[in-house]
């Protein structure tokens, strides 16, 4: 857990030298360039929040660092900036590997034969918490690359505020489920006939796994890249700025597209 004396520096030190510390780091990670002093500020309360009110464990006798909590917290904010940190107040705890993790899936076929396999993880989202991630992934997540574990995790996190993960998170006032869905369909539909036509693009092969696997994929591109998403899903681009309330594209520098996946390799 979180030793108490962070904790008391979260919530007991004056708030200025916390929000000092959380800045000098924020001012480091390329994916917080060109937010306003106002979002900024704001950030920073939430992320500070979030530092303070979540559990944090690690494991394997790894060392928990005011430095590490920070560049965490400040990349979990992000995604709620402008829902508030009650958007992510249905889990308490956060669990941070020092490499990689294997969980195990179980599951029934058809016929009733119960079935087992491994899979290695970065990162893992769960509705009531835990959200488990691998460190050193969360560490290199602020480079706008296109790849972020942390905003990933965070978007199935809000993706399940209305029930199971599925690419159809709850919706603002003013949004249409009708146009949300008819975007997200086409766009998922299309994006599958690509990868199973072994035609490799920018986009991680891996959003093709379900539809909320997309959400959470393109969710990181929203924030890392966004003007490669709206060259090539403006649709969406347009769908991401009303429920995240942000337009990443106006404030982040235009960056040349990642390079293409190979779907040989992937």
């Not at 000098?24 to 002093?37: D, V, Y």
């Not at 909590?69 to 995604?79: E, F, G, K, N, Y």
């Not at 591109?221 to 649709?235: C, R």
Request: glycine share 4%.
């Amino acid at each position: 857990m979180l030793p108490d004396w962070m904790r008391r520096f979260w919530t007991k030190k004056p708030a200025a030298e916390a929000l000092r510390e959380l800045r000098a780091i924020a001012e480091t990670m390329p994916l917080l360039q060109g937010l306003s002093r106002d979002e900024m500020d704001r950030l920073l309360e939430i992320a500070a929040r979030l530092a303070a009110d979540k559990g944090y464990t690690t494991l394997e006798d790894m060392p928990l660092s005011r430095d590490m909590l920070a560049t965490l917290a400040l990349q979990m904010a992000l995604p709620v900036l402008n829902l508030g940190p009650k958007a992510l107040a249905d889990w308490l705890e956060v669990i941070l590997y020092p490499a990689p993790f294997v969980v195990r899936d179980r599951w029934m076929d058809g016929s009733g034969l119960a079935h087992e396999h491994e899979r290695v993880l970065v990162g893992q989202a769960n509705y009531t918490g835990p959200l488990v991630l691998s460190w050193p992934d969360v560490a290199e997540s602020p480079h706008l690359d296109g790849w972020n574990v942390v905003i990933h995790e965070i978007a199935h996190q809000l993706d399940m505020l209305n029930g199971s993960a599925n690419g159809s998170p709850p919706l603002h006032k003013g949004m249409s489920q009708e146009t949300w869905s008819r975007e997200w369909s086409a766009a998922y539909q299309a994006f599958c006939d690509e990868v199973d036509a072994g035609r490799g693009s920018w986009l991680d092969p891996y959003a093709a796994e379900n539809p909320a696997e997309f959400f959470a994929v393109l969710s990181e591109a929203f924030f890392e890249i966004p003007h490669t998403l709206n060259d090539d899903y403006p649709q969406l681009y347009q769908q991401l700025r009303l429920f995240y309330r942000q337009d990443p594209a106006a404030r982040l520098p235009v960056l040349p597209p990642p390079e293409a996946y190979d779907p040989e390799f992937s």
